[in-house]
């Protein structure tokens, strides 16, 4: 079993900066792939950034390259360094973990979910 838990939402001006924290414990061969999802208002839950423990490997959608940065300080924290946040940012962020080691895409991939932290961006 794994637990998550994140933190570090809040309310950031466009253009500013924010970072998100998730807390895991449990089984590490749970957490191969660490991940942050986003769910903005009305619409479906959307890949951000992917961490490959193992390798170090990364992946971000294209709407965030260049802007985020997923990381981990120690085992147990996964890092989401976010920068020139702009409307589109707003969302629930989620933090999730699986022990795939290898395409960690989509949310079926991830059997371990926090219960996710609010990040609203204004204009």
């Known amino acids: 079993q794994v637990q998550l838990a994140e933190s570090g939402g809040g309310t950031v001006q466009a253009g500013g900066s924010l970072r998100l924290a998730c807390d895991a414990s449990?089984?590490?061969?749970?957490?191969?792939?660490m991940a942050w999802f986003r769910q903005p208002p009305g619409k479906g839950r959307e890949r951000v950034a992917v961490?490959?423990?193992?390798?170090?490997?990364t992946v971000y959608a294209d709407s965030v390259k260049g802007r985020f940065i997923i990381s981990q300080d120690g085992a147990e924290k996964t890092l989401l360094q976010m920068s020139s946040l702009t409307p589109d940012d707003t969302a629930v962020y989620y933090c999730?973990?699986?022990?795939?080691?290898?395409?960690?895409?989509?949310?079926?991939?991830?059997?371990?979910w926090g219960q996710g932290t609010q990040v609203t961006v204004s204009s």
């Open positions: 999730a973990a699986s022990p795939r080691l290898v395409n960690c895409i989509a949310p079926t991939d991830f059997p371990y």
């Open positions: 449990g089984d590490v061969s749970s957490r191969h792939c």
């Open positions: 961490l490959y423990t193992r390798n170090s490997g």
